[in-house]
């Protein structure tokens, strides 16, 4: 009988006799077998998975370790010599027979992988110690015919507690350095905070700073405003006496109105100035002022910039109302000292006739003061000694006696003869 056989790809067949000096080799096809004179036997091509696990080895630095690897092996079907080679060492045996030698030999290069490395080269890179145990494996198992599909190091553990003592340290460092960044990002957090505070401060102050400002010029207008009404009102309290004093003396009244009308220039020119001392003072105290805040708010750090404005900005506005109110005053001051002056040249160019007119004007209210005394008794009591007036016209006779002593004590005091003055207008 002649008989055709078949195999899967994961299965090689070997067939030996007659007609083969050496054994024919099939994987995964079919092929032709004499009966009786030729042999044929199979070799599974299967991926064989191992779990290699190495206990208690020491490794460069003495340190006793265990380590599971876990490798994928197989046949190589697809090289004719691999897979000769491995009939050659396999034939006959099971696939579990295979799996032993094949997991004896990983074994035993992972022991000398592992006791050529330390144990943090092994845990902190596996890669490295899969790679140096596939390579020496590879050459060894490829003259069995066995090629190494894939190695991985599954786990790495020891019974000292190294490899624990290693994690405590790294976890450590990680709560550590997780610390120190938490510290950073809240100690930026608050920077960040500080500098958002101080530019709100910053703006709070600038805006009071400018309601100050404000509040200053307000003042400043204002006592410029009441200073002019004073102005005005001396002009007018001066022109009302010029008029006055003409209308009674009625003398020189064309000089006189040519006076009042150089005085009315002179006022005008004393505005004038007034308004420029006024400009002045706004330039010389205001804007350099202004300059110094400014100055101070820069150099001052954000602490002490909130008490250092407040305090420039309220005695600013303290020193400015004092200025402009000392002005006002002065102002004030000399308007009425220039309408004393005018009152006193124009007294001055009526000589006697003004100073009899003043007398005049005043003997009034000094017969009102003599009298005074006597309007507030509520009983008077008289005594007579038989001897001239008595009663109310004993009273009224002291009055006018004082009243007659008076020519003479303005006499004394001015050098002007009121009597003397008088009798030519009477005549």
């Known amino acids: 009988m002649v008989f055709f056989e078949v195999c899967g790809p994961n299965e090689a067949m070997v067939v030996s006799g007659v007609c083969y000096g050496k054994p024919h080799l099939v994987a995964g096809g079919r092929v032709f077998v004499w009966p009786w004179i030729q042999q044929l036997q199979r070799l ?23 380590v599971t690897g876990i490798a994928q092996v197989k046949v ?36 000398a992988i592992m006791g050529t490395m ?6 902190q890179d596996r890669k490295k110690f899969s790679k140096n145990v596939f390579e020496v494996a590879s050459s060894d198992l490829v003259n069995m015919g066995i090629s190494v599909v894939s190695y991985t190091l599954k786990d790495v553990r020891d019974d000292q507690g190294y490899l624990k003592a290693l994690g405590m340290s790294r976890t450590a460092e990680v709560k550590r350095d997780a610390r120190i960044g938490e510290a950073e990002a809240h100690r930026d957090s608050g ?9 709100r401060m910053a703006a709070r102050f600038l805006n009071d700073g400018q309601i100050q400002q404000a509040k200053r010029d307000f003042e400043l207008k204002k006592a410029s405003y009441d200073m002019e009404v004073q102005a005005k009102k001396a002009d007018s309290e001066l022109a009302y006496d010029l008029q006055a004093a003409k209308t009674k003396q009625r003398i020189k009244e064309e000089q006189m109105q040519i006076k009042v009308v150089e005085r009315g220039q002179q006022i005008q020119v004393q505005e004038q100035e007034i308004q420029r001392k006024e400009k002045e003072l706004e330039a010389q105290i205001k804007q350099p002022a202004s300059a110094e805040k400014y100055k101070l708010e820069t150099l001052a750090d954000a602490n002490m910039k909130r008490v250092v404005m407040e305090a ?41 006739a003004a100073m009899i007119d003043m007398v005049l004007d005043t003997l009034p209210k000094v017969a009102a003061e003599v009298a005074a005394p006597l309007s507030q008794a509520r009983k008077i009591t008289m005594v007579s000694t038989g001897k001239g007036d008595v009663g109310a016209h004993k009273l009224t006779g002291e009055v006018m006696d004082i009243m007659d002593r008076l020519p003479k004590l303005v006499q004394t005091m001015t050098g002007v003869d009121i009597a003397k003055a008088i009798k030519p207008t009477r005549v």
């Open 44 to 66: 599974s091509l299967n991926t064989i998975t191992l779990k290699i696990d190495t206990q208690h080895v020491y490794t460069r630095l003495g340190v006793p370790i265990s």
């Open 191 to 199: 920077i960040k905070e500080a500098r958002a505070e101080e530019q």
């Open 312 to 352: 420039e900005a309220n005695a600013e506005a303290i020193q400015l109302k004092g200025e402009a109110e000392a002005y006002a005053i002065e102002q004030k001051a000399k308007a009425e000292a220039e309408q004393m002056a005018k009152k006193a040249d124009a007294w001055k160019d009526y000589q006697d």
């Open 118 to 123: 330390t144990v943090e080269e092994i845990y």
């Open 76 to 111: 190589q079907g697809s090289n004719d010599d691999m897979l000769l080679a491995a009939c050659q060492q396999f034939m006959g045996k099971s696939e579990n027979e295979i799996q032993m030698v094949a997991m004896e030999t990983l074994e035993g290069h992972q022991r």
